[in-house]
Nanobody, 126 residues
């Protein structure tokens, strides 16, 4: 499977963006999918993930809980990250990743994912 992430942009604090991670070349619903982000000078950080074959097994880093929602549209082979109430500290390059055999306990670990998409820049101005 190949991934393409898009939907980033510049938004004011308090605004919203919806990122998309579109897959081609495989049955995307069979993959666990995660969103990660990396801000300048910082390490890559787990943001959110959704379990294989699921639209209800979702996980978030504490800093985005209640603001971000990850979801899956299997018919479109796409996973979304709806980001609301954005803050300047959410500014980063956002990456989506997919794991064919990733288990629930590994969804937050970047090194357990098989495939990565190119990042999309999210910039939140204060």
């Amino acid at each position: 499977v190949q991934l393409q992430a898009f939907g980033g942009g510049l938004v004011q604090a308090g605004g919203s963006l919806k990122l998309s991670c579109a897959a081609s070349g495989g049955t995307f619903s069979s993959y666990g999918v995660g969103w990660f982000r990396q801000a300048p000078g910082k390490e890559r950080e787990f943001v959110a993930a959704i379990n294989r074959w699921s639209n209800s097994g979702t996980y978030y880093v504490d800093s985005v809980k209640g603001r971000f929602t990850i979801s899956r549209d299997s018919a479109k082979n796409t996973v979304y990250l709806q980001m609301n109430s954005l803050k300047p500290e959410d500014t980063a390059v956002y990456y989506c990743a997919a794991g064919a055999r990733i288990i629930t306990s590994s969804l937050t670990s970047a090194d357990r994912y098989d495939v990565w998409g190119r990042g999309t820049q999210v910039t939140v101005s204060s």
